[in-house]
């Protein structure tokens, strides 16, 4: 982890391409929207009127959100018509900031909610997630979604593949003691942000009852398929095995059990600082390429279409983990090497390839 405690060397990709690359993380957001709408309605009517602070954390380009926050502004509106509203959209300080303002301002090809109300403020800020974000009890509702996977810092390489998920022994339980604490400090400073009454809802990604998550719903697992193409090109001379090594996500699923204990536990210092678990359910949400392949049937446009989007989030990894002796020229031509077998691997053979989201939909609320 960087002194500034955000991790070094993920960053999803920029020039708005994220948001058109990621429509299943809309779909993911706009099924959450009926639970930030509930925290909306039940703040208590008098402090709704002095006005609204909607957090984002790891927003991204902000585009995924769009419609979920179009829809909170409405609600806080349809209860006090007046409230001055503030969005407060955070994310590492390497994202991408200049699409995420082109897409809140309509300079983008999303249509924005501002055009449509007056007294809406919307406040950009490169504060990891794992720091204080707001002042003190200044928030009414935090949002996050599809980001707080991405831990503070890679706890160590794993040896024999590339994620959390496969994980053993040692380095299993390295990645779950670091995950624990990453979870507390994210929470911990949540507490110190929301207001009493103020609600967290939080959509994760997760290992959910049945040991699935993301890519890994009964088709092809495609955390295996990354490690399996990373070991091919070990085997054939193009990586080094330190180079491999490298290439571990910093990322953990939390299960049900896992994101609840901080929150139902009396002698945690999350429970402590006030936070309490109100909902939590498991839900997937089905990988838009792969539905929209099984209508259409054709492989290389699957291929075409579903690579760039597992892309967005693993490229940035994947290119720092290699040596950086190697020419750029080299760096970027392993790069591109990669994801063309993918997707010829795709083209080729497609059934089972694709990744359904696995999340936890988390209300979490301060007393
Ligand atoms: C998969 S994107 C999700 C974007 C958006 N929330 C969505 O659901 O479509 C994950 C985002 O989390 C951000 N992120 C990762 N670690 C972070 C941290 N420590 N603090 C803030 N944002 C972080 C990444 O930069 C990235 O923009």
Not at 223 to 246: H, K, M
């Amino acid at each position: 982890m960087s002194a500034r405690g955000h991790s070094e060397g993920i960053t999803m990709s920029g020039g708005g391409l994220y948001s058109l690359a990621t429509i299943g993380a809309r779909h993911v957001i706009d099924a959450a929207t009926p639970l930030v709408i509930d925290a909306i309605e039940r703040l208590p009517e008098k402090r709704l009127a002095t006005g609204f602070t909607l957090s984002d954390m790891g927003t991204a380009d902000a585009g995924t959100s769009l419609s979920m926050v179009a829809a909170a502004v409405a609600a806080v509106r349809a209860r006090a018509a007046d409230a001055p509203v503030t969005i407060v959209y955070s994310d590492q300080p390497r994202n991408d900031f200049n699409a995420l303002i082109a897409n809140v301002y309509g300079l983008g090809p999303f249509e924005t909610y501002l055009d449509a109300y007056e007294g809406v403020f919307p406040l950009v800020s490169g504060t990891t997630f794992y720091k204080q974000i707001l002042p003190d009890a200044t928030l009414d509702v935090g949002f996050s979604a599809t980001a707080m996977h991405w831990m503070s810092t890679k706890a160590c390489n794993i040896s024999n593949h590339v994620q959390a998920v496969g994980a053993e022994g040692d380095e299993l339980a390295a990645f779950q003691r670091q995950a624990a604490e990453d979870w507390r400090t994210i929470l911990r400073h949540r507490a110190a942000e929301l207001r009493p009454g103020g609600r967290l809802v939080l959509i994760n990604f997760a290992r959910d009852e049945q040991g699935r998550y993301l890519g890994n719903t009964g088709g092809v697992n495609m955390f295996d398929t990354f490690n399996e193409i990373w070991l091919d090109f070990v085997a054939a001379g193009r990586i080094t095995r330190a180079e491999y090594e490298n290439m571990t996500l910093p990322q953990y699923y939390n299960t049900v059990e896992e994101f609840s204990a901080p929150l139902t536990d009396p002698d945690d210092a999350v429970y402590r600082a006030g936070l309490r678990l109100a909902h939590i359910d498991t839900r997937i949400v089905k990988c838009p390429f792969a539905e929209a392949f099984a209508e259409h049937g054709d492989a290389a446009r699957f291929a075409e279409e579903y690579i760039p989007t597992i892309r967005t989030w693993n490229e940035s990894i994947y290119f720092n983990a290699l040596d950086a002796a190697r020419p750029l020229d080299e760096r970027k031509s392993i790069i591109e090497n990669y994801y063309n077998t993918y997707k010829k691997m795709v083209r080729d053979n497609p059934d089972g390839h694709g990744m359904d989201y696995v999340h936890a939909y988390m209300v979490i609320s301060k007393e």
